[in-house]
């Protein structure tokens, strides 16, 4: 059954109280469905969230989460060994914060990025300690010193960021809202989720952010790659 995705409206929940509505197998590991989840499914770039499951006094371990048959519906999968709650149990789930909340200021830092280089966006990866987007950019040389000082710029701007809902049509009729190239936005349930960083950027994501860019605090580009004619590997960590 299809799980709410409580992370949608509130990336700073960190525990929730939900109903396990199956326990299942995935990539051979054991998995269990919740009603509604604070965890966020691996996609975008973003790793899926670790934590726990509570029952009673038992504390689960639940390695990540990854989608499930649709996208609409969640799986936590355990840590190997991990005995799964019965179905119809009442648990407490919690994310493992201080991890989620590095990636929330890392994926936001990268919306900022693809701001300081307005060029297509063709791969990227979200991780705690360093992230990357890749640019289809012309044979042109990169100062890493300069992009950090912008990207530092766009992140003292405190501007807020938020959320709005569209539909899959009015994307369409709006092409330029996509920078990605590689990966297509998260359409097909009539809906498409905005992240508007206030006068710098707007466009699809379905990641988790922070609610003003002061909160990421100041960044450094630590590599930019060549990994193609075009093809520009950008790295950034926090300094």
């Not at 799980?3 to 396990?20: G, N, P, W």
């Not at 789930?93 to 701001?115: C, E, F, Y």
């Not at 766009?154 to 569209?166: M, P, S």
């Amino acid at each position: 059954m299809p799980t709410l995705f409580l992370f949608r409206d509130d990336a700073y929940l960190v525990e929730c109280e939900a109903t396990v509505t199956e326990v299942t197998e995935k990539d051979g590991n054991v998995a269990v469905g919740l009603d509604r989840t604070v965890f966020y499914p691996t996609g975008g770039g973003q790793p899926g969230d670790a934590g726990m499951i509570r029952v009673g006094d038992a504390e689960i371990p639940v390695a990540t989460a990854v989608y499930g048959a649709t996208k609409s519906d969640i799986l936590h999968v355990l840590a190997p060994g991990a005995t799964p709650p019965v179905v119809g149990a009442t648990v407490l789930a919690r994310i493992d914060w201080p991890t989620r909340h590095k990636r929330m200021r890392m994926h936001t830092g990268l919306h900022l990025l693809s701001v300081a280089l307005p060029y297509p966006v063709t791969g990227g990866s979200i991780g705690t300690d360093e992230s990357r987007l890749d640019f289809d950019i012309p044979e042109a040389g990169l100062d890493k010193d300069a992009i950090t000082a912008k990207l530092n710029e766009l992140i003292a701007t405190d501007a807020a960021v938020t959320e709005r809902w569209i539909t899959d049509a009015e994307l369409e009729a709006n092409p330029g809202l996509v920078k990605t190239m590689s990966v297509k936005p998260p359409m097909g349930s009539g809906r498409v989720r905005l992240v508007d960083i206030a006068g710098l950027d707007l466009q699809p994501c379905g990641g988790t952010h922070v609610r003003r860019t002061g909160e990421i605090g100041p960044m450094a580009v630590s590599a930019i790659e060549k990994k193609g004619k075009q093809n520009r590997r950008v790295r950034v960590v926090f300094a």
